[in-house]
T-cell receptor, first 113, second 115 residues
Framework: KQEVTQIPAALSVPEGENLVLNCSFTDSAIYNLQWFRQDPGKGLTSLLLIQSSQREQTSGRLNASLDKSSGRSTLYIAASQPGDSATYLCAVTHNNAGNMLTFGGGTRLMVKP | DAGITQSPRHKVTETGTPVTLRCHQTENHRYMYWYRQDPGHGLRLIHYSYGVKDTDKGEVSDGYSVSRSKTEDFLLTLESATSSQTSVYFC??????????????FGQGTRLTVV
């Protein structure tokens, strides 16, 4: 059974810092990995999708990397801002017919002004 | 934003009553999913659909049933609601193309309270 772990569970940083969120998974037979953002009481917003054949994806101040063989992904946030405060979730899609996502527990990020 | 609408957004119901949650998409995506999100458990898959009338169970399917009679609609039914089904329910959609899977998009969620 696939297990996805995110470390740390919570993180508080001052504005302007560069930071790294970690995601690890136990079964490397994945189609892709996706990073989401969730604001309190809201749905999930897709940030980045990395296909299993790719090593990284970038969107603005966000960069996500994938090392499938070691079962790891990182989300790098450059020059953090208070508006980045949210919970960040990673999820992997299995190599099966259902496109199902397995989620990590999330990292709750607070960026202080 | 992906066109996903969940209804209702909030519901309070009594133990033992049936409840149906609706997910409607305008993206014509093949796959649809129901997840629940609970503190300490994260997001867990309840049921999913890979086409009209094609559904399968997820990790936490006991006490739930689903139906998909049209591409755009995926219904989740709690047959006899229990307090343990108090949760936030999310619908998601995705598509697949040859050799790759595309992004999953989520609805805004339905907060269900069973009293």
């Amino acid at each position: 059974k696939q297990e996805v772990t995110q470390i740390p569970a919570a993180l508080s940083v001052p504005e302007g810092e560069n930071l790294v969120l970690n995601c690890s998974f136990t079964d490397s037979a994945i189609y892709n990995l996706q990073w989401f953002r969730q604001d309190p009481g809201k749905g999930l917003t897709s940030l980045l999708l990395i296909q299993s054949s790719q090593r990284e994806q970038t969107s603005g101040r966000l960069n996500a990397s994938l090392d499938k063989s070691s079962g790891r992904s990182t989300l790098y946030i450059a020059a953090s801002q208070p508006g980045d405060s949210a919970t960040y979730l990673c999820a992997v899609t299995h190599n099966n017919a259902g496109n199902m996502l397995t989620f990590g527990g999330g990292t709750r990020l607070m960026v202080k002004p | 934003d992906a066109g996903i609408t969940q209804s209702p957004r909030h519901k309070v119901t009594e133990t033992g009553t049936p409840v149906t949650l609706r997910c409607h998409q305008t993206e014509n995506h093949r796959y649809m999913y129901w997840y629940r999100q609970d503190p300490g458990h994260g997001l867990r898959l309840i049921h999913y659909s890979y086409g009209v009338k094609d559904t399968d169970k997820g990790e936490v399917s006991d006490g739930y049933s689903v139906s998909r009679s049209k591409t755009e609609d995926f219904l989740l039914t709690l047959e006899s609601a229990t307090s343990s089904q108090t949760s936030v329910y999310f619908c998601a959609i995705s598509e697949s193309k040859v050799g790759m899977n595309t992004e999953a998009f989520f609805g805004q969620g339905t907060r269900l309270t069973v009293v």
